[in-house]
């Protein structure tokens, strides 16, 4: 089993940065790869981010490419998500994924495991 932990979650102003961590632990060497979704209001969950623990690929959806970075740290099985120039349609609960998929992209990611989620707000 692995277990995801997010964190960095806020209310920010339009325009506004932050960074979400999420932290692995248990089996983090049966996945190949980390991800992060969000989940507004009424709405389906949706693909952001995601990058592979080793190679360093990354997949970014269209919606926040040139915004936000993901990045991670091996020795501390943390992935990281920047996020710059926010605006209020950001605004969602991020969820942090894992998957033990060998193959995986910008649009098929499938998580194995999940967060708890971390709530970022935008306002205008």
């Known amino acids: 089993q692995v277990q995801l932990v997010e964190s960095g979650g806020g209310l920010v102003q339009a325009g506004g940065s932050l960074r979400l961590s999420c932290a692995a632990s248990?089996?983090?060497?049966?996945?190949?790869?980390m991800g992060w979704f969000r989940q507004a209001p009424d709405k389906e969950r949706e693909f952001v981010a995601a990058?592979?623990?080793?190679?360093?690929?990354?997949y970014y959806a269209d919606s926040v490419k040139g915004r936000f970075t993901i990045s991670r740290d091996n020795a501390k099985n943390t992935v990281y998500l920047q996020m710059n120039s926010l605006k209020p349609e950001d605004t969602a609960v991020y969820y942090c994924?894992?998957?033990?998929?060998?193959?995986?992209?910008?649009?098929?990611?499938?998580?194995?495991?999940w967060g708890q989620g971390t709530q970022v707000t935008v306002s205008s």
């Open positions: 994924a894992a998957t033990k998929k060998a193959y995986y992209n910008g649009g098929y990611f499938p998580g194995d495991y």
């Open positions: 990058i592979s623990w080793s190679g360093g690929r990354t």
């Open positions: 248990g089996r983090t060497s049966s996945t190949s790869g």
